[in-house]
């Protein structure tokens, strides 16, 4: 199903195209499309990751700092309902996708119809990106909101977990989320979040992976 994913949002690219490449598996079959067919793009990405596979793929990379349009952009996600609301948790790159994603014309989120839902479960929690020196208050603010917060670790490095910038990486793990959009405006207000990986009202197209096909979910 993630072949037919990338396979469709291949179809949206054309030639001169500035494209944004989020993390992922799916995104890498989409970057061996992009070199089977010779597509001439450049590419803008906010994983290390990915932008390591685009030059091992000959595909031009723009850094990203020095960007200030996309003309499409595509990422993965862990949730997403059919509002085109989505949690992207597990990377720990929000903030720089969400940087890509204002900057983009269009941001299509790829995903299989395992992550499609009505509304958010969440099943994983919001991943918050904190500067340092408000990670007392920012974990205190959470916990006010009925999370429960860890902060990211890693087994293979002793301490916190940081960001590519230099951040925390707190997760605050929500038992039931009535309204979505008023915990990602308190999240947006709250100081010392950088970013988080609640993404409300960002996407302007999804395209689903279905065992009988492709379906494109676009914003109202």
Known sequence: ??????????????????????????????????????????????????????????IPVLPLEMTSFIDLAFDGCDELDMELNALKSCGGIHTREKIVASMAEEYVLLADESKLSGRLAFAYPVTAEVLRCAAAYVEKRLQEMGAQVIKRRSDKKSGLLISD????????????????????????????????????????????AKADGIEIIEKP
């Open 165 to 208: 910038d230099g951040h925390y990486l707190m997760e605050a793990k929500f038992q039931q989320v009535h309204d979505t959009k008023k915990l990602a405006l308190e999240l947006d207000r709250m100081p010392g979040i950088i970013g988080h990986s609640l993404f409300y009202q960002i996407a302007s197209k999804a395209v689903i």
């Open 1 to 58: 199903m993630k072949q037919k994913c990338a396979q469709a949002a291949f179809e949206m690219i054309k030639d001169g195209m500035v494209i944004g490449l989020g993390g992922g598996s799916t995104v890498a079959l989409l970057i061996n499309e992009i070199e089977k067919h010779h597509r001439k793009i450049q590419a803008v990405t906010p994983s290390r990751d990915t932008m390591e596979l685009c030059i091992r793929h000959q």
